[in-house]
């Protein structure tokens, strides 16, 4: 539905200040509604991610191909990176509800007929592609959607222990699908295997349809069309020095660290000779990690996020490195350290999740999300497109250490950005005076 446009406020900086305060009282039944739908979300992230553990595995087993790894990650986050700006506005005009079920139930039609090209023996290189394709537009519609809600369905004083208990929630995801889906592919055909994205893809969308998410709706002037609204969130990250300033670090990190995490599989087969159980056990134990970080951000529930930010994610890309500098005879030494980079990945993230939430409107958060998403999203193509052809010179193995290395220094150079240590100290960013 289209939201009407609302009365021209009479003191329109008076009523931003209090929009820009996320709703602190979300009324009674709170938490029955919060863990109902994060709950459904984490089962649908289950097979989300545990199809991606497949589908990857099938490419690596299939092709032992940089390229076609390569491919796989540019098709799985392009098509997400261009529609986010779309996506963003329609969370922050359109019920955010309603877009979270269509871009489930889409996903999971997607899913069926990969599956009926598996069960016939029909499937090639081209329909996986395609598959990841359709699945990354949904997520540019999903993903901002659900941020955006985050926020009006707990009080303000929960949320940077939502933000905590979200990331806990999705690293436990992890944890379960590298291996369920070595499971899965030993046991079951690859079609089968499959389906059971699509059960949880439905069983996260039961609680969508039993619970309504409460929505902060923007007053409106004038009919200005969707190229206006997405305008706004632009102009809101480009007028705040340290908004932009993050958005550009994050951009630049996501540009040299993101080949990693889709060419580990290539890492564990080539350098340590692993197959698809060794697979399982680096993914399953950097899930534990991340879980370990989710509980220790909303155990402290940071207030100043920032430090946490650019701390949590140059130790990340630092153990990335360490991960690929282990022997190959020390398999174990990479699985600890790839568990150590999961752990202070999210006690980087957890906390930008929580910055960004507490200091952007929530009648914005749609926009200014999926424009973040937009940034690393770009970056992410760019890196995989870069490190291909480094990859192929370097070697697996060096392409890791050097991105891991570039990406914490990028991290840490985000200290020496006043504007940028000070972003969040003052509570929300509208009405503030600009800074440098």
Known sequence: MHIPSGPTPANPALEAQALAQPAQDPGPGWRLRFWAIFIGQALSL??????????????TDTTGSVSALATAGLVALLPQALLSPLGGTFADRYSRRLLMIGADVVSALCMTVLILLFLTDSIALWHVYAMMFVR????????????????????????????GLNQTLQALTV????????????????GWALSLDVITALLGVVP????????????????????????????LVWS???????????????????????????????HFGGGAPQVALIEGFGGVGMVIGGLVVAA?????QVPWVLGGFALSCLAMS???????????????????????????????????QTTIPNHLQGRVLALLSMVMGLAA????????????????????????????????????????????????ILGKPGGS
């Open 46 to 59: 289950v097979g989300s991610a545990l199809t991606q553990f497949v589908l990857l595995w099938w490419i």
């Open 136 to 163: 990354s537009a949904m997520q540019a519609f999903q993903a901002p959607a659900a941020a955006a809600s985050m926020a009006m369905l707990v009080p303000l004083s929960f949320l940077p222990r939502a933000a």
């Open 175 to 190: 944890v379960a699908a590298a291996p369920l889906g070595a499971l899965a592919i030993s046991v079951m055909p690859m």
């Open 208 to 235: 969508l349809l039993l619970f309504t998410i409460p929505q902060s709706r923007a007053p409106k002037a004038g009919a200005g069309g969707i190229w206006r609204d997405f305008r706004e969130g632009i102009h």
């Open 240 to 270: 705040e020095p340290g908004l932009r300033r993050l958005y550009v670090l994050l951009g630049a990190v996501v540009l040299v660290i993101m080949p990693t995490f889709t060419l580990v599989p290539l890492l564990v087969k080539e």
């Open 300 to 304: 402290f529930a940071p207030q100043r």
């Open 322 to 356: 360490l991960t690929a500098l282990a022997p190959a005879g020390l398999f174990a030494v990479a699985v600890a350290c790839w568990a150590i980079s999961g752990t202070s990945f999210i006690l980087g993230n957890a906390p930008l999740t929580a910055l960004l």
């Open 381 to 428: 193509p760019v890196g995989l497109m870069l490190a291909t052809p480094l990859g192929e010179w370097l070697g697996i193995r060096w392409l890791f250490v050097l991105m891991g290395a570039l990406g914490a220094l990028m991290s840490l150079a985000g200290f020496l950005s006043p504007a940028l240590l000070r972003l969040g100290g003052a509570g929300p």
